[in-house]
C-alpha cells in the first residue's frame, strides 16, 4: 500500500460543507483530519490585553508581604490590608492572599478573627535563618 502524505488545507467556514464533500469523493484521500479549533490572529506576534494597562510587578509577592507582617506580631485583616497599602499594593487583594495561605497551612485565624502564624511556618522561618 503506498505510504498516504498528511495535507494541511484552510478553509473559509461558508465553504467548509462543500469542501469536505468534494475531498470525500476524491480518489486516493485515506483519511480526513480535522482541526476545528479557531487561533485567534496576533498582530505581529505579540499578545496585546486590550485597553487594559499592564499590570506591575513587584520585588515581593502578596504571600510574603502578609506573612513578613505576621511574622512580627499577629494581626487581623484590616492591619495585614494597610500594610499592603504602604506597600503599594492593592488592598482588595488581601482576601485572596489571606485565603490561599490559609488553606495551605501557613496562617491561622482566631474566633476575634486576629491573624497568626502557625508552628508548620514559623518551622520555615526558623529554618530559613538558620541557613543564612
Same mark, same amino acid.
Given at each position: 500500500m503506498p505510504k /498516504?502524505?498528511?495535507?494541511?488545507?484552510?478553509?473559509?467556514?461558508?465553504?467548509?460543507?462543500? &469542501?469536505?464533500? *468534494?475531498?470525500?469523493?476524491?480518489? #486516493? &484521500?485515506? !483519511?480526513?483530519?480535522? $482541526?476545528? !479549533?479557531?487561533?485567534?490572529?496576533?498582530? @505581529?506576534g505579540e499578545y496585546?490585553?486590550g485597553p487594559y494597562? /499592564?499590570?506591575?510587578?513587584?520585588?515581593?509577592? #502578596?504571600?510574603?508581604?502578609?506573612?513578613?507582617?505576621?511574622?512580627? %506580631? /499577629?494581626?487581623?485583616?484590616? *492591619?495585614?490590608?494597610? *500594610?499592603?497599602? &504602604?506597600?503599594?499594593? +492593592?488592598?482588595? +487583594?488581601? @482576601? +485572596?492572599?489571606?485565603?490561599?495561605? %490559609?488553606? $495551605?497551612?501557613?496562617?491561622?485565624?482566631?474566633?476575634? #478573627?486576629?491573624? +497568626?502564624?502557625?508552628?508548620?511556618?514559623?518551622?520555615?522561618?526558623?529554618?530559613?535563618?538558620?541557613?543564612?
Amino acid at each position: 500500500m503506498p505510504k /498516504p502524505f498528511m495535507l494541511g488545507v484552510e478553509v473559509e467556514e461558508i465553504a467548509l460543507g462543500k &469542501v469536505m464533500r *468534494q475531498l470525500n469523493n476524491m480518489p #486516493g &484521500v485515506v !483519511k480526513l483530519h480535522m $482541526d476545528l !479549533k479557531t487561533k485567534a490572529a496576533k498582530p @505581529n506576534g505579540e499578545y496585546t490585553r486590550g485597553p487594559y494597562k /499592564p499590570r506591575k510587578v513587584y520585588a515581593k509577592t #502578596g504571600e510574603e508581604v502578609a506573612l513578613e507582617y505576621l511574622a512580627k %506580631k /499577629p494581626g487581623t485583616n484590616a *492591619q495585614i490590608r494597610e *500594610q499592603f497599602i &504602604v506597600e503599594h499594593r +492593592s488592598p482588595h +487583594s488581601i @482576601n +485572596s492572599v489571606l485565603h490561599t495561605l %490559609k488553606n $495551605d497551612g501557613l496562617i491561622k485565624a482566631d474566633d476575634a #478573627g486576629v491573624y +497568626s502564624l502557625t508552628k508548620k511556618m514559623k518551622d520555615r522561618l526558623r529554618h530559613r535563618k538558620d541557613k543564612k
